[in-house]
């Protein structure tokens, strides 16, 4: 599996965006960049997923880079809602995902 | 649908019981996942079923674990002799499959086991 590296906190402003950065430089050619978040006391909510364009839904949008080393999860307008763990795994289509310690963001009113 | 859906959400057990959860997936899912989840960590994936064929076990699973799918719709994982290390979140999750493409998870609310 891909190892990862994320901050292990940030911070952010209610309505304002933020950027949660994803390290995985040994991502393999072919694994999926996925993201997910985690609420106190849920289980896991998948957020986004991509390969190599950037993607958007209505929750996020992801922005990988161009060598895959790397990515980006944008929130476009943090609300408290937003506070949680966020996960960051690249997967490779026959296997599961691999959960780190992932980036627990704290959205200040 | 109403997603993934685990039962109990709450087990209480003595140490040396055995205990079984129940998870639903979505109906049209035919992969299926465990994952257990101790305090302050991320899920620690256990096993993973591709309609009833358990396709993957980590070594995390020991012998007093086992998991079943037996007609490819819900599932059932089995703690023998439970120790208190055994206390944890387990978490259910369920995805389609199909190549070329990759697909995202539905997580069920978990059941959270603690041994006494």
């Known amino acids: 599996d891909a190892k990862t590296t994320q901050p292990n906190s940030m911070e952010s402003n209610e309505e304002e965006p933020v950027h949660l950065p994803c390290n995985h430089s040994?991502?393999?050619?072919?694994?999926?960049i996925h993201w997910y978040r985690q609420l106190p006391s849920q289980g896991p909510e998948y957020v986004i997923h991509?390969?190599?364009s950037n993607v958007n839904n209505r929750m996020a949008s992801l922005a990988i880079a161009e060598d895959r080393k790397s990515s980006t999860l944008i929130l476009h307008r943090a609300t408290l809602r937003d506070a949680a763990v966020y996960y960051c795994m690249p997967k490779a289509g026959r296997r599961a995902l691999t959960f780190g310690s992932g980036t627990r963001l704290q959205v200040q009113p | 649908d109403t997603g993934v859906s685990q039962d109990p959400r709450h087990k209480i057990t003595k140490r040396g019981q055995n205990v079984t959860f129940r998870c639903d997936p979505i109906?049209?899912?035919?992969?299926l996942y465990w994952y257990r989840q101790t305090l302050g960590q991320g899920p620690e994936f256990l096993t993973y079923f591709q309609n009833e064929a358990q396709l993957e076990k980590s070594r995390l699973l020991s012998d007093r674990f086992s998991a079943e799918r037996p007609k490819g719709s819900f599932s059932t994982l089995e703690i023998q002799r439970t120790e208190q290390g055994d206390s944890a979140m387990y978490l259910c999750?369920?995805?389609?499959?199909?190549?070329?493409?990759?697909?995202?998870?539905?997580f069920g609310s978990g059941t959270r086991l603690t041994v006494v």
């Open positions: 109906s049209e899912h035919n992969r």
């Open positions: 991509g390969l190599t």
């Open positions: 999750a369920s995805s389609p499959w199909g190549q070329p493409l990759d697909h995202g998870y539905t």
């Open positions: 040994t991502i393999s050619g072919t694994d999926y």
